[in-house]
């Protein structure tokens, strides 16, 4: 069984501070990485991918990868109360995307 | 340029009816995969098809449910029979199918509610 597990949250932070969303996964075939956000009633939306290990960063969001604890981070900077969404980490290997189970992220101005 | 259409938005069936739910990948891709969302929780994966092929349908109950991808059209999920725990948030995602990582695509997603 391949499995993605998350915390489900709800995770609180004060706007401003780093929000940091941990995702791991079970099967070490796995060759691709991705976070979605996805805001109540709405469809996820991708916004990093990451394909080895270190860190990613694009604009106020950095992914971190490190395949041999079978481990995918993101953290979001300068939190915005937009940013209050769930964080979905999703992997990736020969065909078969899964994904966890989300993370719900709360940014409190 | 159109994202991934899903149709209908929302679907109200009475137990025992027939469901069908409606995706057109985005242009140029050829690979859909279909989820099913509870509220609350993430998304389950259901059946990943290319164009006329089911690639793995290991996520998909064996009993009153199907899937297809035809050659022209959009990819249809089919609930026969529906009971009240069929309902949920239906979303569908493309994606070109090129090795190396996929990015999925979503549809705004079906919202099943079974009568």
Redesign the interface.
């Known amino acids: 069984q391949k499995e993605v597990e ?1 915390n489900s949250g709800p995770l609180s932070v004060p706007e401003g501070a780093i929000a940091s969303l941990n995702c791991t996964y079970s099967d070490r075939g796995s ?2 990485f ?1 976070w979605y956000r996805q805001y109540s009633g ?5 916004i990093m ?1 990451i ?1 080895s290990n270190g860190d990613k960063e694009d604009g106020r969001f950095t992914a971190q990868l490190n395949k041999a604890s079978q481990y995918v981070s993101l953290l979001i900077r300068d939190s915005q109360p937009s940013d209050s969404a769930t964080y ?1 980490c ?1 992997v ?1 290997n020969n ?8 993370t719900r992220l709360t940014v409190k101005p | 340029n159109a994202g991934v259409m899903q149709n209908p938005r929302h679907l109200v069936r009475r137990r025992g009816q027939e469901a069908r739910l409606r995706c057109s990948p985005m242009k140029g891709h050829s690979h859909v995969y279909w989820y099913r969302q509870l509220p609350e929780e993430g998304l389950k994966f259901m059946v990943y098809l290319q164009k006329e092929n089911i690639i793995d349908e290991s996520g998909m109950p064996k009993e009153r449910f199907s899937a297809e991808f035809p050659k022209e059209g959009p990819s249809i999920l089919r609930i026969q029979q529906v009971v009240r725990g069929d309902s949920a948030a239906y979303f569908c995602a493309s994606s070109t199918g090129t090795g190396g990582g996929e990015k999925l695509f979503f549809g705004s997603g079906t919202q099943l509610s079974v009568l």
Do not use: I, V
């Not at chain 1, 709405?42 to 991708?46: A, F, Q, T």
């Not at chain 1, 065909?95 to 989300?102: I, S, T, V």
């Open positions: 998350q060759q691709s991705f709405k469809s996820p939306e991708l991918s394909y979905l999703a990736y065909n078969d995307m899964r994904f966890g189970a989300g």
